[in-house]
């Protein structure tokens, strides 16, 4: 036999819980007198399910949930209180279905909660804050990597463009040995497809084994190759040559801005990103729209 109290007890006592975490997630605070409230508002179903009639029964769980919201967190506007109701619903599946897989995995008596099984709340708490502690690291670094990250769009001499994802590299120092231009680092597999042919096979020679590697674009009567240079950049393994493009040209876009900016690609070889969110680094002077210069539309 189930005594009413316990059932209201135990009721109470999850709404409680979802009400403050649900508070906890939307930075707000939540007074005592409001969580008894809305606690006492929660129980109502569980008399219309005893006493009430079925219309009743259906209604009151329906406006209860929306009613404990609104008074728990005193909501002022719509979006606000649908904000809270989402949270506070999506908080109360994943309560469920962590308990059901609790009480699976310990071999918990019953299919519901009982009062001596309270302490799984605590439990649920520490796996609800685990998880959204890990979901706001990926939105944080999400937000981070949205404000400095860039679409870019490099043109070639043959036609042929690319479209990459570049990250401000604000240590990105590299500039073109013979013109001073500001130099962006782009992994080579992302373009290669948009090489020119010429610039392709130039970047199979063995110009990586000599020691001034320069003597490959002096000694080439390619127009594409002579327009290449070789920057010197410090790697892992110490002083490198890059091979470099020189781009009249690349159009640069962050939302709705879009700019353009005469970039030297330098090329490496390996990758700058372990899980692809960007292929290529920009110089801090690639971000600065070009002075007396209009947005590109």
């Known amino acids: 036999m189930v005594y009413l109290d316990i059932i209201l007890f135990i009721n109470g006592a999850m709404d409680a819980f979802l009400l403050v975490f649900t508070a906890h997630l939307l930075r707000k ?3 005592v007198r409001n969580l008894l409230g809305a606690v006492l508002l929660g129980e109502l179903p569980i008399v219309f399910i005893i006493f009430g009639p079925s219309l009743v029964i259906a209604v009151s769980r329906i406006l209860i949930p929306v009613g404990m919201v609104a008074v728990a967190l005193k909501t002022k506007t719509i979006p606000d209180l649908a904000k809270g109701l989402l949270y506070f619903s999506l908080l109360a599946s994943l309560s469920a279905g962590i308990y059901y897989a609790l009480a699976g995995w310990l071999g918990l008596e019953g299919t519901g909660l009982a009062l ?3 302490w799984v709340l605590p439990v649920i708490a520490l796996i609800l804050t685990a998880g959204c502690q890990v979901w706001e690291k990926i939105q944080k670094t999400t937000l981070f990597l949205d404000n400095v990250c860039y679409e870019v769009e490099l043109s070639f001499e043959n036609g042929r463009q690319a479209q990459i994802k570049a990250l401000l590299d604000t240590g990105n120092e590299l500039r073109d040995p013979l013109t001073g231009t500001p ?3 782009v992994e080579e597999k992302a373009v290669a497809q948009a090489l020119p042919e010429e610039i392709q096979r130039f970047l199979l020679m063995p110009w990586r084994e000599s020691a001034n590697p320069w003597t490959y674009i002096w000694n080439s009567e390619d127009p594409c190759i002579q327009k290449m240079v070789f920057i010197s950049a410090r790697g892992i393994n110490g002083q490198t040559w890059l091979p470099g493009i020189r781009l009249g040209s690349v159009k640069i876009r962050q939302g709705e801005k879009v700019w353009e900016h ?8 390996h990758g700058l990103n372990s899980e692809g969110k960007f292929v290529a ?17």
């Open 29 to 31: 605070k939540i007074q």
């Open 262 to 269: 005469a970039v030297t690609a330098a090329l490496v070889p």
């Open 281 to 297: 680094l920009l110089h801090p002077e690639h971000i600065q729209m070009p002075v007396g210069k209009e947005e590109i539309a």
């Open 183 to 185: 130099v962006m680092v």
């Open 116 to 118: 001596k099984d309270l």
